[in-house]
């Protein structure tokens, strides 16, 4: 690497590196670490989720994704843009305004505790899976254009990502991803000029592409449909993407933040998208098109703005991996710990925050291991949501919109959407023919939601109790 690379990537680890030191300063309480006292503004709610869902996949996965199909590889991106409307209107200003702060907390006061707990430990196993993908994105860039070690360039992320989201918590997470995200969108948009002077222009490219592969709708229509459903699944059930949601001062900014990074996306996947099409025109044969971005960054980008580049993808990994391990620390402490640990004692906000500050060390210790499971980044992103989003999202939908939901319902459309799905993914889904060979998650949604219904009207309503957190949610003015 050349020094000026090597100059920029240390500037950005800098920057990371005071603004959470910043926020530090300013994290004094429990609610400060895990929540930003509930006081985030539009901009930082609304960059800050941007930047934790355009992660390092939605970068490095995309181009192989778009290296593989051509231009109609947007649809990895652009899968997120609809749900990520509905979810602004459907679902953020319910779910401010209600008195909860995470969806296992939603599951508790609207069903059960048991309910509760299933869906917190899925939940963290989801994490630990979809933390893997961003372990595995930055170590492996750093190991493919330094030449490092994989494995000391794991350590090393892992190092520098944990570092300043223990010291600052939530508010450090959001400060760093406001700035993380600027350099996601300057390092993407460099590629585009570069990469076509490379090929000699748009003419030449069009020449070493094959026929149709500038083709928008070259997926068809059930891929985006599942894209879109995973997308769907992931941001109305993921503690990572709603702490945005519930940290919000209020529901107007949780709306804001979905629909600024739907906007983003439109943007954003056709640009990735693109970039992996440049990445086919320039290296054809590549064994792994995972390794496409780096390629280009390596080999096309000048001395300089390849550091830059290499930064934003860094940046790009960080920010969504810092987002999933508060988020995990959040669900520990506001689903385990305090229900069930400390129900009836009162415990002081300092050993409340080193809890939290020792249960980031072992998501990450878990987000490694799921490094070693798999190497697919989409297969890894897979699992993580039929894991979790899957199974809770028709209860938590449910829940809110149709008071007949009980807690049998919740419990055993969760457990067997979770077994279907996972058994769909590794055995059925693109072997078999017909409706059981469609597409994982779509085959475990409509079991999820014959169950939840079924087994609803079959047993006995909800009682008054169970339903006051909904009535609490319309009398809100937040």
């Given at each position: ?67 593989a199909r051509g231009l109609g ?378 169950l939840f219904v079924v087994i ?23």
């Amino acid at each position: 690497m050349n020094i000026l690379d090597v100059l920029a990537i240390i500037s950005v680890f800098l920057i990371v590196a005071y603004i959470g030191w910043a926020a530090t300063k300013k994290t004094k309480t429990s609610d400060d670490f895990l929540m930003a006292n509930r006081s985030l503004g539009k901009i930082q709610a609304g960059f800050s989720m941007a930047a934790t869902d355009i992660g390092g996949n939605a970068v490095v996965g995309a181009t192989a994704y778009a290296y593989a199909r051509g231009l109609g590889g947007a649809w990895y991106n652009w899968g997120a843009v609809i749900p990520m409307f509905l979810l602004a209107f459907v679902l953020a200003k319910q779910l401010r305004r209600m008195p909860v702060l995470s969806v296992p907390d939603l599951l508790g006061k609207r069903y059960s505790d048991e309910c509760r707990l299933i869906s917190v430990i899925a939940q963290l196993l989801a994490i630990g899976a979809s933390l893997g993908i961003q372990f595995v994105i930055a170590a492996s860039t750093i190991s493919t254009i330094s030449g490092m070690n994989y494995n000391l360039a794991l350590i090393i992320t892992v190092v520098i990502v944990v570092g300043y989201t223990i010291g600052g918590g939530l508010l450090a997470v959001v400060n760093t991803d406001v700035f993380q995200f600027v350099i996601i969108c300057v390092s993407v948009i460099l590629v585009i000029p570069f990469g076509l002077s490379r090929i000699g222009g748009f003419d030449i490219l069009m020449q070493k592409i094959p026929s149709g592969y500038m083709n928008i709708g070259s997926q068809g229509f059930l891929v985006p449909m599942s894209l879109g459903l995973l997308y769907m699944f992931d941001y109305a059930t993921n503690q990572h993407i709603l702490q945005r949601v519930f940290s919000a001062k209020d529901s107007s900014t949780a709306r804001f933040a979905f629909t600024f990074s739907s906007i983003m996306y439109i943007v954003f996947g056709l640009v990735i998208a693109f970039i992996g099409v440049l990445a086919y025109a320039l290296y054809p044969n590549l064994e792994d098109p995972q390794i496409a971005y780096s390629m280009i960054i390596k080999e096309v980008l000048p001395n300089g703005v390849a550091g830059i580049a290499l930064g934003g993808l860094f940046a790009a990994a960080m920010s969504t991996a810092d987002s999933k391990i508060i988020a995990a620390s959040q669900l520990f402490i506001n689903d385990i710990y305090k229900p069930y640990f400390c129900k009836d004692k009162e415990i002081g906000d300092n050993r409340m925050l080193n809890i939290s500050r020792i249960i980031t060390l072992i998501i990450c210790v878990l987000g490694i291991g799921f490094c070693l499971i798999s190497d697919s980044i989409i297969q890894m992103m897979y699992v993580g949501g039929l894991f979790y989003g899957t199974a809770v999202f028709i209860p938590m939908i449910m829940g809110i919109y149709w008071k007949r939901g009980t807690t049998l319902a919740t419990i055993i459309s969760m457990l067997a959407t979770m077994c279907v799905g996972l058994y769909s993914e590794y055995f059925m889904a693109g072997k078999l023919e017909g409706f059981l060979g469609m597409p994982s998650n779509l085959l475990a949604i409509i079991v999820s939601l014959v169950l939840f219904v079924v087994i609803s009207l079959a047993t006995e309503p909800p009682t008054e109790e169970q339903l006051a957190i909904l009535e609490e949610g319309k009398s809100s003015t937040i």
